[in-house]
């Protein structure tokens, strides 16, 4: 009885060890094939830029005697796909450095209201060509603890997409409160909207709604997987309502630190 037990003993002992290991080598596989996913993804962004960029150059170099002049559509579709390359270029690095934690943020206190509103200006310039109103509101002074440039990076990509996906005539708004411990920050738009089914996925990498539009606006369907490690990174969350054809709003609210 006792030589029974003890052999029972050891097989429950191997097949825990067993399902405990088969347990922990999941995540491994997931990330495993995540990381995979992000290179097979990356590869393919970067192939229409290239082929575009090759392609052109080719054509240039049929016609050796022309002038810059006669070449110039041809010149501003390469600069246009090397800047989509290198927008592209710098989101992947910053992911990659998220994800090997070798991005730490480089916080101080700085004046947050003035950030946003010199956001707002900027955008309002840019939003001018479409004839789309920019709105601001600030609640009071605010400083704020966080990474300045990375908040800032924060705020553009939301009001890069606010502005991307507004058509003519609309209005986008960027607005911050203070609530209680939080700071809450919200970019609105009455653009296009993100469908119900688009909606739970914004935020993964290389994830685009209307795959040809966003395209052709520019996007790398990067800009809210990083705007989203941002605000992780300080500690906060965002999140987004949307309607099609109504518009979005994106939340941000990030926990503030007192200034003695
Ligand atoms: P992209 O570079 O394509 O804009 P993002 O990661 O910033 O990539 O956004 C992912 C997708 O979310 C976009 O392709 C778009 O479909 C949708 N989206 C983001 N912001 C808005 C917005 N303000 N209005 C409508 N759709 C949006």
Redesign the pocket.
Known sequence: DIISAIIAGVLISVLTGFFLAGRSLVPIRKSWEKQQRFVADASHELRTPTAIIHAQTELLLRNPAHSIEQEADQIAAILKESNRMNRLLDNLLTLARSDSNQLQLQSSFFKLDELVQEIAERFRLLAETKNVTVRYAAEQPVLFWGDEGRIRQLLI??M???L???PESGTVEIRTRIQTSFLVIR?S?N????ADR?LP???????????A???A???????????HWIAYAHGGTIS?E?TVNE??I?ELRLPRKKYD
Do not use: H, M, P, W
Request: charge should be negative.
């Open positions: 990509i939301l890069d997409n606010a991307k996906y507004t970019v738009d653009g296009c909207g993100i688009d996925f914004v935020f993964d990498r290389f994830y685009r709604g209307d795959q539009r966003s395209r606006e520019g996007g790398t369907g990067l800009g809210l997987s990083i705007a987004i949307s518009g979005t994106v």
